[in-house]
């Protein structure tokens, strides 16, 4: 039985704490730390398996999603159309190919996506789990490079150079308490009493 919940008493205050702490980046970093763990085919792999999967394809972004069954979701141009192809993250397999748009090369003469994922992973030492163009600057591209538990953004300039890096912080979605990771909390109510403390089970 797991508990979650310390109710420590002072002369005067009651401090109210979980016995364990949460995942510090979120939900959505556990999920990305499982699915990498299944993989058998790595984010830049499936860039260009799903490039290969188009006439002339390009990939613009890519990304391994967990929200469901973990799978890649590699952005790609091909014929004047963006596509969406999806790929098994086990065997490398295209699972579905299905056009989302018209769109154009946002930056000609960027290097690769999959150089830029290879960039990343090496200068971070960890796994890349996304790469998308910079939301101001489409020349600019940033990746998500998963590095034990701690996620981080990795900017490139259009030759590869590494602009930045820093921790992604969750947003307040990754950051809601589930079931079985809770983050630390405290409430200050009046209590009288010497020092005690007690765990509370957690609900099932």
């Known amino acids: 039985m797991r508990l979650h919940t310390l109710l420590i ?15 510090g980046m979120g939900p959505r970093v556990t999920k990305l730390q499982e699915a990498v763990a299944q993989a058998k085919v790595s984010l830049g792999r499936s860039v260009k398996s799903g490039e290969a999967s188009l006439t002339a ?26 596509y969406d192809v999806r790929l098994d993250i086990v065997t490398g397999s295209v699972t579905a190919s299905n056009v989302v748009g018209a769109s154009t090369d946002p930056c000609p003469g960027s290097i690769p996506v999959a150089d830029a994922v290879a960039i990343a992973e090496a200068h971070m030492n960890g796994t890349s789990v996304a790469v998308q163009p910079d939301d101001d ?21 259009r030759d590869g150079a590494v602009l930045r890096r820093r921790s992604r912080r969750p947003t307040a979605t990754e950051r809601r308490p589930s079931s079985k990771a809770r983050f630390l909390r405290f409430h200050a109510l009046p209590f009288e009493h010497l020092p005690t403390v007690t765990c509370i089970p957690a609900e099932a």
Do not use: M, N
């Open 57 to 82: 394809g390009k990939a613009v972004k890519a990304a391994l999603l967990v929200d469901a069954i973990p799978e890649y979701s590699v952005g790609a141009l091909g014929g004047g159309s963006l």
């Open 9 to 23: 008493g002072t002369s005067g205050t009651i401090l109210l704490a979980a016995c364990s702490g949460a995942d």
């Open 137 to 157: 600057d489409q020349c600019l591209r940033e990746v998500q490079v998963l590095v034990g538990d701690v996620l981080w953004e990795v900017k490139e300039a």
